[in-house]
């Protein structure tokens, strides 16, 4: 019994023995980094050639020793010791004054490791966390100062510790709990830590509508994002990774908190709009559209000799716009929400709205190209609706000649029919970009409002519903097609048979599809044709591209819920005056001008036009791909318009000699086959074998979409 009891007594004191050499040790270290401050006499020596390292690893080392040995959540007396006499506090000051030099770097070290390697919760102590802010309030604004390294890492030890504990959120940011005007909690049961309360705040309806930080430097997200500017590309990833870490914590109080807290969306957008600011003025569209699809991992890829001039600043541009987006994607709604109305008030409404609506060419032609990379680089939803509301407008109601248009809008619209050509290029290949995007507003606002009742249909005893095939009606009041003497069929018999109904199934006043690819493919008459003298020159080269942007335009429309059907004649508004609306308008007036207009130009024109005939819709499909529609009077579509440019060219034609010959060395030419030479009415040929080409494209569209569901 005696040597049991013996044995008890021997395992209590050594189990309390270390106990007290622990903090011996660890108070002795600690003296002996304060009496460094006394006895030094050289004040340029590093830091790192001094004994202080090593004798906060020996303090780290002891701090993570005891509380291994003891129960978890119980505070160790060298612990208890680091926050009664405010070691951190001191520490700060010490990294603040950066003697000796290299100080800084050693007090990130150490409070990182401290904060990441202590499993108890220490960022609710006020002598933890008011050590920390001002420790953040040191970092971030000073870009290669040489402690960026250790300041993204200490900065990723926190946000670690605050995904762990949304809660700790407040402490970082402003110190206090904000969000509901409670004391900070203190663990209980622990009289040492006298003085370590927080003090209260204020309540949460005393918080400002709007992200109103008392500091831009104190606190984390100031760092981060400065850090995001770093020219260490690791350093730079790490701090948006964790942006991205604490925009997206679920906890709508840590979200509050981030939004009001901080001045995170100030920051960001404010970023966004400095490097915009950067890139030239004059960028080439061209150059825009050359460049990959930037990525917010990547840093430094704009750079090199094989670069365009302001390559550099634009790929910075588009990867921090990248970048912006990522963060919305997956950021909780309050802080996407908060970020993406910055990002409309201080960017599109504030730089990019002066710059499109403004008079110079240069300035105009730059804006227009940097943002048609904008809206390719986009993918959040939230970002892209505002950017498609900001450009469009809400409008959804069918337009009209007189009404006020979006005057962003009408300018970028009217800039498809600039003077200039290379505005014109670049504003159609702006559309074409919205075009691509999977947001249902763009088609809508652009056309099919305009053609939701049909009106360009001709009401009365000769519309669609009541007339045949024309094949089965020669008597057809059309377009008189048939009657055209360059209209000929020379469409092969198995065209179209293996994907479309029989003819009994066809729709009422529909042409079956071969007739209607039949139709394009036979618009243009063969002394007008030179793709059939070269190789790989007919229709079928069409129809692999026509699968992929049908079926692109089928899987972005989905969700849309556009019907199958074309709406009943009869469901529609009667006598109403049909307008094609602005951009149809525009487009249509271009492709009448196909073959007076430049061949990038007359490229560009019939791209967007490809697209609009690619979206699913039955008004689209049948406005845009029917060649038999019994128009209404004043109206134009687009076959209407394809007819009267064919009459146009046959008789420019006559009056040129040896057309045909010239026709086909344009086409070698533009295919590279025979050098280049100055000749006559280049342009014009040019335009007719863009014409060409653009039919057939319209027969494999026609061909792969099929006609439209059930009756008309």
Known sequence: MLSRLGALLQQAVETREPSVDLLEAFTEHWRGITGYYLEATDESIPARQTDIPWRLRQMLDILVYEEKQRPAGETGPCLEYLLQHKLLETLGTLGKAEYPPGMRQQVLLFFGRVLGQLQHPLLHYLN????????????????????EKEEVQFAAVLCSKIQQDPSLLPYILEGKNILNGRRAPEPPDNPREEGSEHPPGPAASSLPAEPSP???????????????????????????????????????????????????????????????SAVPAGTDPADVLAMDRASWRSQGDGAGAAGFPGKESLAEFLGWLDFLDELVLGAHPLVADAITEAVEEKFFQGILQPQLLQMSELAVLGATAVLTGTVRQLRSPTLLNRLVLFLLGPHRHPETPGDTPHPLRAQLIDRCN?????????????????????????????????????AYLQSGPHAPEERGPPET????????????????????????????????????????????????????????????????????????????????????????????????LDSCHPGVAFYEGHFLKVLFDRMSRILDQPYSLNLQVTSVLSHLAAF??????????????????????????????????????????????????????????????QMDHTVLFKGVVVLEEFCKELAAIALVKGPPEGPP
């Open 473 to 568: 009606d020669p008597e057809e009041d059309g377009l008189d097609l048939e009657e055209d003497p360059y209209f000929t069929d020379g469409f092969p018999d198995d065209f179209g048979t293996t994907k479309n109904p029989s003819p009994a199934s066809a729709p009422s006043g529909k042409g079956q599809v071969s007739e209607v690819v039949s139709s394009f493919l036979c618009l243009v008459p063969e002394e007008a044709k030179t793709s059939s003298c070269m190789e790989e020159g007919g229709y079928d080269t069409y129809v692999h591209d026509a699968l992929g942007m049908v079926q692109a335009c089928r899987a972005s429309a989905a969700p849309w819920g556009w019907p199958s059907t074309p709406q009943p």
């Open 128 to 147: 933890v966390h008011r050590p920390v802010q001002k420790l953040l309030q040191l970092s971030g604004d000073r870009l290669g100062s040489g402690t």
């Open 214 to 276: 008392p500091r831009r430097d104190s606190n984390l997200v100031t760092c981060l994002v400065g850090l995001c500017r770093s020219k260490k590309s690791r350093v730079a990833l790490k701090a948006r990774e964790n942006l991205l870490l604490l925009a997206g914590l679920s906890q709508e109080a840590a979200a509050t908190c981030l939004v009001r807290g901080s001045a995170l969306c100030q920051l960001l957008t404010g970023h966004l709009c400095d490097l915009y």
């Open 418 to 454: 600039h003077l200039c050509d290379e505005i014109s290029l670049a504003s159609l290949r702006l559309f074409e970009e919205l075009l691509r995007k999977p947001h249902e507003h763009v088609a809508h606002n652009l056309v099919l409002r305009n053609l939701e009742a049909r």
């Open 616 to 677: 699913p819709h039955p008004h689209l499909h049948e406005y845009l791909l029917d060649p038999y529609l019994n128009l209404a009077p004043g109206c134009r579509s687009l076959f209407s318009v394809l007819v009267r440019v064919i009459g146009d060219l046959m008789q420019r034609l006559q009056r040129v000699p040896h057309s045909r010959a010239k026709l086909l060395l344009v086409r070698q030419q533009l295919l590279g086959l025979v050098p280049g030479e």
